[in-house]
């Protein structure tokens, strides 16, 4: 199956500091690829959808200001916690469609602890 | 309501036990479906698309009822190695997943 590689797999930061996370697709052009938050013992909830060269679409109570997510090519988007806090401690996950949409292809995950 | 709904868990099962899960969802415009599979801090991977005409592979049973949007997964002779936890998913559109909470599935020996 396609490959979609996320970066990095684990980060610890200071409260205040931003993070960014890359989601690269290696073997297929994806207009669209998508970003998750897992809470512990809780299921991935779409945080927003990331679209090739225009504004990605947030999920409804996802901060856009606070989430800042770049798609600037068809095979990278990033997402930048600003100014996090231990409450964005998180399993984000990105997801990245072929053209036919049959399946979604997801990165490994970032684990993110803010202290 | 919840979006995509699945049965609470967990199901503890003993080694060789049938086990089924359940999941409903509430947008009749949903294309396509899916079951995947989360192991402890993973990232989820695809189990199997779920059609309406039913879909085997190997010990996993995979059924759509559209009419009443209904999604069934069932797995017979359970392994050590099935526990995880089970995701109902369904694609909104465009690849857009919506996941539903998981069933935490235990196979002890």
């Known amino acids: 199956g396609a490959v979609v590689s996320q970066h990095p797999s684990w980060v610890i930061c200071k409260s205040g500091t931003s993070v960014k996370i890359e989601c690269r697709s290696l073997?297929?052009?994806?207009?669209?690829m998508f970003w998750y938050r897992q809470f512990p013992k809780q299921s991935l909830m779409l945080m927003a959808t990331?679209?090739?060269?225009?504004?990605?679409?947030?999920e409804q109570g996802v901060e856009k200001d606070k989430f800042l997510i770049n798609h600037a090519s068809l095979t990278l988007s990033t997402l930048t916690v600003t100014s996090a806090h231990p409450e964005d401690s998180s399993f984000y996950i990105c997801?990245?469609?072929?053209?036919?949409?049959?399946?979604?292809?997801f990165g490994q995950g970032t684990r993110l602890t803010v202290v | 309501r919840k979006e995509v709904e699945q049965d609470p868990g967990p199901f503890n099962v003993p080694e060789g036990a049938t086990v089924a899960f359940n999941c409903t969802y509430s947008?009749?415009?949903?294309?396509?479906f899916f079951w995947y599979r989360q192991d402890c801090r993973k990232e989820p991977k695809l189990l199997m698309s779920?059609?309406?005409s039913g879909n085997e592979d190997g010990r996993f049973t995979a059924q759509l009822n559209r009419a009443s949007q209904y999604i069934s997964l069932l797995i017979r002779d359970s392994k050590l190695s099935d526990s995880a936890t089970y995701l109902c998913?369904?694609?909104?559109?465009?690849?857009?997943?919506?996941f539903g909470q998981g069933t935490e599935l235990s196979v002890k020996p």
């Open positions: 997801s990245a469609s072929n053209s036919l949409n049959t399946e979604a292809f």
């Open positions: 073997d297929f052009q994806a207009t669209t």
């Open positions: 990331s679209n090739e060269g225009s504004k990605a679409t947030y």
């Open positions: 947008n009749s415009a949903s294309q396509s």
């Open positions: 779920v059609y309406s």
């Open positions: 998913v369904v694609n909104i559109e465009g690849g857009k997943l919506i």
